[in-house]
């Protein structure tokens, strides 16, 4: 096992694997040189839970719907690559 | 940490990370009751190892390629779900 390690935990009942892991490709491709590895985890019950290292940075259940992925890497990147700019899609909404 | 772990480690430098996220989903499609987790590793200098717990079942340097999806099929089901199944393309070939 790598750190930092991120996990996606999915519900296989509701066909979330391409989600999980378009998510994890997503990250993978954003922090290449930060992440040590990103684990899919499948689950059940309408779970999808993002966890980093012991953290979780989203879970479904507690904030209501699926995490938008801008916002998530900005969890991310906030814990892992501090400073790091995320691009156009950092920028504060007009 | 969930097991049995599946872990996928490819080389980033040779942009296997389309390659490595497909083995994982396949691997989560037909053992989705059996993996506890699939995790991607990112690596370089050409590496594309695949490991279940802690055998090495492929390792791209030492066999000399990429595994064909339904061989990395059979030795994974081999070790956790034997007398499994794997459908029309486990037949021998004629």
Do not use: N
Not at 4 to 14: G, K, M, S, V
Not at 26 to 51: C, I, K, N, S, Y
């Amino acid at each position: 096992m790598r750190q930092p390690r991120l996990e996606i935990e999915y519900c296989t009942q509701c066909r979330w694997l391409l989600r999980a892991a378009w998510t994890a490709q997503e990250m993978l491709t954003t922090f290449q040189a930060e992440l040590g590895e990103v684990a899919l985890v499948p689950g059940t019950g309408g779970v999808f839970d993002v966890r980093l290292d012991d953290e979780t940075i989203w879970s479904r259940k507690d904030q209501g719907g699926h995490p938008e992925l801008v916002e998530l890497k900005r969890m991310v990147r906030d814990r892992i690559a501090p400073g790091r700019s995320l691009g156009h899609s950092d920028r504060a909404r007009p």
